[in-house]
């Protein structure tokens, strides 16, 4: 029986001990004058060197004070009198704590409920801290990898918005102002480029008029057929029939001086020449067209002796003689006015309709046969499917120069100058949000490095810790055999799976 091993569960070793009288039920009241004794004692020994492996004052436990007895023995201060006591003050008080622990079996209690508050509060927390610690990182790895990833897409938009309206995206309103100045020099590019569609439409009046049987001209078009006729002329001579004599310019003016550089580039861009007195001044404003009025003869500005022939607003109205003024929409060309570009688009992508289908038809599987009855057609209808398909491809050039998402914005800025704010506003919004994550990635990046800090710091500390526990369990167990003429002792429970 006596051979046999003494398992006892840390959370009742306490109550063990007591029922067994190795401690008293009061022992706690012992404990805390003890602990007050330990405080002023190691206050007493300041630098001394035996008391530097001691922890806080209120953690040094029984079992250090008898090692700093047993390794003072060498020392002068743990020399002992004639008397049998230390010769050293602290030595003594020392010593007098040992006996106090050792009455009532205080130092049994002790050591046990600290195991007990270590195994069950103290490494838990700890262990729970550094999870927490950990969660933390990854979470914070999660949101460094999709604030990133959503920035860099917010900016791929911006630069894809960008690219739609053929700008940079530096200076935004500079350079659609830029666009907005040669507008007018790009509808006349359009509308001489119509001329290229001369067959198309040719094919498009003989087509209708032979399924009709007319043989008179086809009114299919008819804003097309102007343009390609007249050119990209003032909306007065498309609706009288002539062109005005006098023209009343409008003006278009953007205001810069709250331009921004949202890529933080210091070099402006360069719209023109220098001294070009069609250039931009980037001051605070610009003028699109000509605020005063420019006589003009057929659609073609008059020059008189080298200069430009200009009336001002004022002066136009003080003229009754001169009744073909173009001023408001009329003043505008074909293509700038809302009205005839979308007459002109409609003209456009009715050519385009009719040309997709006779593609369709033609390279149908029955082709051969429905062109039976095209077979008395004239010559000029009866084109092959690869001649069909180029004349479409060229109107769709144009179609999708006019519909573009570029142009949209153009014409919206040509109608508002004040949606130039709106548009850089709403580009500068999308960079702002990218900035907002990359400023969130940084906080989460700097979070998880506090908690990686924090990690290292408590990894130590739950080592240290556990240690500390072992080291008790195991005097604690020696403590109890001797008591029981050195039986083994084994201290059970969570205490040996920390």
């Not at 293509?335 to 289908?357: A, C, G, H, V």
């Not at 050195?486 to 799976?497: S, T």
Request: net charge negative; hydrophobic share 35%.
């Amino acid at each position: 029986m006596e051979s046999l091993p003494i398992d006892i569960n840390y959370n009742k070793l306490l109550d063990w001990l007591i029922n067994r009288r190795h401690c008293g039920q009061q022992w706690q009241p012992q404990a805390a004058v003890i602990r007050q004794k330990i405080i002023r004692c190691v206050e007493n020994m300041g630098d001394d060197q035996a008391a530097q492996g001691f922890s806080e004052p209120s953690e040094v436990t029984y079992f250090q004070i008898k090692e700093l007895l047993a390794q003072s023995k060498d020392t002068e201060s743990g020399k002992k009198n004639f008397f049998g006591q230390y010769s050293s003050q602290n030595m003594q008080d020392w010593a007098e704590i040992i006996k106090l622990y050792e009455r009532d079996g205080v130092n049994l209690a002790e050591t046990t409920q600290t195991i007990s508050r270590y195994v069950n509060y103290e490494i838990p927390a700890v262990k729970k801290q550094i999870t927490k610690c950990q969660q933390l990182q990854k979470e914070c790895e999660r949101k460094e990898a999709e604030y990133a990833n959503n920035a860099a897409d917010l900016r791929k938009k911006y630069a894809a918005s960008c690219r739609q309206m053929g700008i940079e995206g530096q200076k935004i309103k500079t350079e659609l102002a830029a666009m907005v100045r040669d507008l007018p020099a790009d509808f006349d590019r359009m509308a001489a480029s119509t001329q290229e569609l001369e067959g198309a439409v040719k094919y498009y009046d003989a087509f209708v008029n032979f399924l009709v049987n007319s043989r008179e001209q086809s009114d299919s078009v008819p804003m097309l057929k102007f343009v390609q006729s007249r050119g990209n002329v003032r909306v007065y001579e498309w609706r009288t029939g002539s062109p005005p004599e006098v023209t009343e310019e409008q003006s278009i003016k953007i205001d810069l001086s709250d331009e921004q550089d949202l890529t933080n580039e210091s070099e402006d861009i360069d719209w023109g020449g220098g001294d070009d007195d069609n250039g931009i001044d980037f001051g605070a404003e610009i003028d699109f067209g000509i605020a005063d009025i420019t006589v003009e003869d057929g659609g073609q500005e008059e020059q008189g002796n080298g200069d430009w022939v200009k009336v001002t607003a004022e002066d136009a109205a003080s003229l009754p003689e001169v009744t073909g003024v173009a001023r408001g929409e009329d003043a505008l060309s074909v293509l700038d006015n809302p009205n005839t570009r979308n007459l002109f688009i409609d003209d456009l992508m009715e050519l385009e309709s009719f040309l997709t289908q006779r593609v369709q038809e033609l390279a149908a599987p029955d082709a051969a046969m429905s062109g039976n009855q095209f077979q008395g057609a004239p010559a000029d209808v009866q084109l092959d499917a690869s001649e069909v398909e180029a004349m479409l491809d060229k109107v769709q050039g144009i179609v999708g120069q006019l519909t573009s998402v570029q142009m949209q914005h153009l014409m919206l800025i040509r109608s508002s100058p004040r949606y130039v704010d709106r548009l850089r506003d709403s580009l500068r919004q999308t960079l702002i949000q990218a900035d907002k994550l990359v400023l969130a990635g940084q906080e989460a990046a700097s979070r998880r490095r506090a908690a990686l800090e924090e990690e290292q710091q408590l990894e130590p500390r739950l080592d240290a810790m556990k240690k500390h526990v072992r080291s008790l369990q195991k005097h604690l167990e020696a403590e109890i055999s001797e008591k029981y003429k050195g039986r083994q002792v084994n201290i059970m429970g969570e205490i040996n799976m920390i």
